[in-house]
């Protein structure tokens, strides 16, 4: 099959890009294509968003299926030199895939697997580029796109892994793979069965809590069907099917499907706070208007959740996000602004009430799940070994 036949099915398939995203995996190849010069494959194996452990369970049980993909993705852009970056701490996935690598036919496409250090941002499509050129993974500033210049300056796919762990099926029945798509969904939090499951996309997000974790610890307070990366759905939303339009029609994302389930016990706010903690501590320093801005809307949700925050406290949010929305080298700046303005949007009463008690007036413990160090983190990662 040659590469513009590839191109062709994968484009009928419908695949989209498992990296948080969602863009479609054809033009991405077809970006890459056109700008000819050396190109050169990458996948990405590098997650960190709270709570995903799908990439890094993919590449440990299809290893196979990964470097197949990635052998497919190669050929469609021209390149035949292609890396799988990791974190350096993957220690499973690096010996399945070394394992793989000897065992699976590469078509002659040159592969080495490479490790960068954990930080949260050296997931960021350009941060690795950053990282395997030897300096610190900071995020470029897009335009040029990595497609254009890539690693030293060379087109490059940046392909994240479970999304070439699908090609070789999407490639093979283009058209059995769209109509029966599925999608890898990391459900942790307040469930019965935290763990990684494969997912019919279209699920009802309720079906998914219910059928996949068997159900809920409690009461459902929030669901947040990307982890960090998007506002919150109410237990009165969950009927939206998993699809990263249908949660975007609804003012969330699909992301990673990194899915937390908050039970109504947690105060919303408190968990708003952990949110908001989690973009402060995860900016990389680069961009001040990221770095300021988060830090000052972790500043005022620990106010609002201590019952010490003011109406004007809640303006600066507003406006410091509002900053944050159209600034910033990659993503995070804008994501936590919408996450933590998405979030507090949902609770009107929550944050009303708070202002008014001048204290938390929920009771309960305090939760911070998106903590490094937090017990939702703690079962999600057991559940990868
Ligand atoms: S937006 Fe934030 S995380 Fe992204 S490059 Fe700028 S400072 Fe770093």
Redesign the pocket.
């Known amino acids: 099959m040659d590469a513009s036949e590839l191109i062709t099915r994968v484009a009928a398939s419908g695949l989209r890009g498992r990296g948080g995203g969602w863009f479609p995996a054809a033009r991405k190849w077809v970006a890459v294509r056109v700008e000819g010069g050396e190109p050169l494959a990458i996948a990405n194996g590098a997650e960190g968003e709270p709570g995903s452990i799908k990439d890094r369970h993919v590449m440990t049980t299809r290893p196979a299926d990964v470097l197949r993909g990635l052998v497919l993705a190669s050929r469609a852009v021209g390149a035949r030199e292609a890396i799988v970056f990791l974190k350096q701490s993957f220690d499973a996935p690096a010996a399945a895939l070394e394992a793989a690598v000897r065992t699976t036919d590469l078509g002659g496409l040159g592969v080495s697997i490479r490790r960068g250090d954990d930080s949260y941002?050296t997931g960021?499509e350009t941060?690795l580029l950053e990282a395997l050129e030897g300096r610190r993974p900071?995020?470029r500033p897009k335009p040029p796109l990595p497609a254009a210049v890539g690693l030293q300056g060379r087109p490059t796919l940046v392909q994240n892994v479970e999304t070439l762990a699908r090609v070789p099926a999407a490639v093979d029945d283009p058209d059995a793979y769209g109509a029966h798509e599925t999608t890898l969904v990391s459900l942790w939090g307040d469930v019965r069965r935290p763990g990684v499951y494969e997912v019919p996309l279209r699920t009802p997000l309720r079906a998914v809590i219910d059928r996949y974790g068997e159900g809920a610890l409690e009461e459902i307070g929030l669901v947040f069907p990307a982890g960090p990366s998007a506002a919150p759905l109410l237990a009165d939303q969950l009927d939206v099917p998993l699809h990263p339009d249908d949660l975007r029609a609804v003012g969330s994302a699909l992301g990673t499907a990194a899915v937390l389930v908050v039970g109504a016990s947690a105060c919303p706010i408190g968990v708003g706070a952990s949110l908001a903690a989690f973009f402060e501590r995860?900016?990389?320093?680069?961009?001040?208007?990221?770095?300021q801005g988060?830090r000052n809307l972790s500043r005022v949700m620990r106010a609002v959740e201590a019952g010490e925050a003011w109406a004007r406290d809640l303006s600066d949010l507003a406006e410091a996000a509002g900053f944050m929305a159209d600034?910033?080298?990659?993503?995070?700046?804008?994501t936590a602004a919408a996450a933590v303005t998405g979030l507090l949007r949902r609770v009107p009463a929550a944050v009303s009430a708070h202002l008014a008690a001048r204290r938390c007036p929920h009771g309960g413990a305090v939760r911070d799940p998106f903590h490094p160090a937090s017990p939702e983190r703690a079962a999600i990662e057991a559940a990868l070994a």
Not at 327 to 334: D, L, V
């Open positions: 941002i960021e941060a900071w995020p995860e900016a990389c320093g680069q961009c001040p208007p990221c770095v988060s600034h910033g080298y990659c993503a995070h700046s804008r």
